[in-house]
């Protein structure tokens, strides 16, 4: 992989219209990732379901801003 290529994925999200709206999500090649399937092989694509909980991520910005005295 060359340095462009490395940083598809990044420019992409930075400048995509259709990411308008819509933060927090997994990229993966200039898409937005799925999760991955346990019932495919080992290295089937897709971000692991610890690594997206929106519940406990609601919590924990909650509570960071509680934190900081934002809230």
């Known amino acids: 992989?060359?340095?462009p290529?490395?940083?598809?994925?990044?420019?992409w999200a930075a400048v995509s219209k259709d990411l308008e709206g819509?933060?927090?999500?997994?990229l993966?090649?200039?898409?937005?990732s799925t999760a991955h399937v346990p019932t495919e092989r080992?290295?089937?694509p897709g971000y692991g379901p610890y690594a997206?909980?929106?519940?406990g991520a609601k919590k924990m910005w909650d509570v960071s801003l509680k934190y900081v005295s934002l809230k």
Not at 28 to 32: A, R, S, V
Not at 52 to 55: G, I, L, N, R, S
């Open 1 to 3: 992989m060359n340095s």
């Open 28 to 32: 993966k090649n200039c898409h937005i």
């Open 22 to 26: 819509q933060g927090g999500k997994y």
């Open 5 to 11: 290529q490395g940083a598809a994925t990044s420019v």
């Open 52 to 55: 997206y909980h929106v519940a």
């Open 42 to 44: 080992i290295w089937a």
